[in-house]
């Protein structure tokens, strides 16, 4: 189910910024560690963004 749908584009440095209502709605403040994921089977892959409290 999606909440929130939302577009950016990967910049030049390869660097995604993350909208301000995605940050808001995910509680992400600045500095935070994030933790990506690549998740979906063969051709069909999403990205999961999630709040981390600490590097494992």
Same mark, same amino acid.
């Given at each position: 189910m999606t909440l929130i749908r939302t577009f950016s584009k990967v910049d030049k440095e390869g660097k995604i910024k993350l909208p301000g209502n995605i940050q808001r709605a995910a &509680? $992400?403040? #600045? /500095?935070? $560690?994030? #933790? $990506? =994921? *690549? +998740? /979906?089977? %063969?051709? =069909? =892959? &999403? *990205? $999961? +963004? %999630?709040a981390r409290e600490s590097a494992r």
């Open positions: &509680n $992400l403040k #600045e /500095g935070q $560690l994030v #933790e $990506l =994921k *690549i +998740v /979906g089977a %063969s051709k =069909k =892959k &999403n *990205i $999961l +963004v %999630s």
